[in-house]
């Protein structure tokens, strides 16, 4: 079945640095894919989304790209701050069949003043 | 995006009693589910919520221990029966907009004793 392979947590970062979270999946047909954002206590939200091969979705600083050739969804930004320490959930959906998303294991992220 | 709101926000229950976890949103909406994500693990589908009809529950949750109700468009209910500590957990409300993104209630946290 379809399913969403994230890079292992924590990932800890000086603010400033580059990031990149790792997001791989596999997929029957030709899903969409985004990035949600869970800050500490609150509830999961969309960050960015891509919905066909080589759309880019961006948001707050923000990207990743849609790559059907490596199967990959890498969320990244160029440079970090504090107040994006969380944790990111990559994840896929059909949306021309069920509807059902399928989640990531989810990457926390620390960022250090 | 949608407004979620959910109750109660967290809870502690004793092993063997049940809980009513409800879902309101702002506006109607066609398709709604239920997760549920435990502690520092990513989220799993309980169920899709069908307005008028039984719930449609995923591989692993029947219907005698999560019980779901959806009398209309804007509102779900969740009951967690004869809670163990297992069911300890974050229990997620969304709801799929026609945008095809998915929105999230703040969840409901709880902790069976």
């Known amino acids: 079945g379809d399913s969403v392979t994230q890079m292992e947590g924590p990932v800890t970062l000086s603010e400033e640095a580059f990031l990149t979270i790792n997001c791989t999946y596999t997929?029957?047909?030709?899903?969409?894919l985004f990035w949600y954002v869970q800050y500490p206590g609150e509830g999961l939200q969309l960050l960015l989304k891509a919905t066909k091969a080589d759309d880019k979705g961006s948001n707050k600083g923000f990207e990743a790209t849609y790559r059907k050739e490596t199967t990959s969804f890498h969320l990244e930004k160029g440079s970090v701050q504090v107040s994006d320490s969380a944790v990111y959930f990559c994840a896929l959906s059909d949306l021309s069949g069920t509807y059902k998303y399928i989640f990531g294991t989810g990457t926390r992220l620390k960022v250090l003043a | 995006s949608a407004v979620i709101s959910q109750k109660p926000s967290r809870d502690i229950c004793q092993r063997g009693t049940s809980l009513t976890i409800q879902c309101q949103v702002d506006s109607q909406v066609t398709m709604m589910f239920w997760y549920r994500q435990q502690p520092g693990q990513s989220l799993t589908l309980i169920a899709t919520?069908?307005?008028?009809?039984?719930?449609?529950?995923e591989s692993g949750f029947v219907i005698d221990k999560f019980p779901i109700s959806r009398p209309n468009l804007t509102f779900s209910t969740l009951t967690v029966s004869n809670m163990s500590p297992e069911d300890s957990s974050i229990y997620l409300c969304s709801v799929l907009k026609p945008t095809g993104e998915l929105f999230f209630g703040e969840g409901s946290r709880l902790t069976v004793l």
């Open positions: 997929a029957t047909g030709y899903p969409s």
């Open positions: 919520a069908n307005q008028g009809s039984e719930a449609t529950y």
